[in-house]
């Protein structure tokens, strides 16, 4: 895994400049590593060089780099489609789910959490664009599921999460960054008592991270600009279990 403390350096250099073109602290922004595809060791290494919280997509994976004690000095959030009858094998194992995708999910999370007598914090995530390709609540689903989440005992509401279409440029994703920012504002108006919660915004991949700091981003995922082209696949990960 040659460079990656330089690449890691080049990435909070620019969240720390994007930040103070908007009068932000970079501390307000937390780097997740995407991790899918990488190997125990290179997670190790790249938590040793200094990487905080690790994000997970693939619930097969999780779990193997769990039991291998590959996140030993991190902490792990899952950031990719995660099926109901999966949230056993990722509740109360991680400190944040950015991808609650739908009620029914949300619902899910809230009685395993409930059977661990636990609280899970989690982020709603809006499929800002539309895209049929991609899971995520529509626009108008979003202050329902967010009224729903605040009624149950075991999941708490953090945010929102997003993952808008490739950036085709600078600034091009900005528009979808500024509207994530704007509808979690509308949520914390209806929010009473648990409004202090709603802080996150997780947006930002290694394409558009700038951009997303810029409209607010609390984190930011980043596989690529971390690591470097993705590794494939690995040969027992290509299937969900
Ligand atoms: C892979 C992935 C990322 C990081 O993607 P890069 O473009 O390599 O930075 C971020 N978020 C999610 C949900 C991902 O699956």
Redesign the pocket.
């Known amino acids: 895994m040659t460079g990656f403390p330089e690449r890691l350096a080049r990435v909070r250099e620019n969240i720390a400049r994007a930040a103070a073109r908007c009068g932000r602290s970079p501390d307000e922004i937390t780097l997740v590593a995407?991790t899918?595809t990488q190997t125990d060791d290179t997670i190790r290494q790249a938590i040793a060089a200094g990487i905080t919280v690790c994000?997970e997509?693939r619930v097969q994976e999780f779990t193997a780099h769990l039991a291998a004690g590959a996140y030993q000095g991190a902490s792990v959030h899952f950031?990719?489609h995660l099926q109901t009858n999966k949230v056993k094998y990722i509740v109360g194992k991680v400190e944040l789910i950015h991808s609650v995708s739908s009620e029914k999910l949300l619902l899910a999370i809230d009685r395993q959490a409930e059977k661990l007598d636990l609280v899970q914090d989690i982020l709603l995530e809006l499929n800002l664009a539309g895209e049929v390709s991609k899971s995520g609540l529509s626009m108008p689903q979003a202050l329902p599921a967010a009224r729903l989440a605040a009624e149950l005992a075991h999941v708490r509401l953090r945010g929102l999460m997003c993952?808008p279409p490739p950036a085709a440029g600078p600034g091009k994703n900005l528009p979808y960054f500024e509207k994530l920012a704007q509808i979690a504002v509308d949520i914390r108006n209806e929010m009473g008592d648990n409004r202090a919660d709603v802080v996150c915004l997780s947006m930002g991949?290694?394409?558009d991270y700038q951009d997303a700091v810029s409209a607010g981003a609390t984190h930011v995922?980043?596989?690529?600009?971390l690591f470097g082209p993705?590794p494939p696949v690995p040969i027992n990960f290509g299937r969900e279990f």
């Open positions: 995407a899918k994000g997509n950031i990719g993952i991949m290694s394409d995922r980043l596989g690529t600009a993705r």
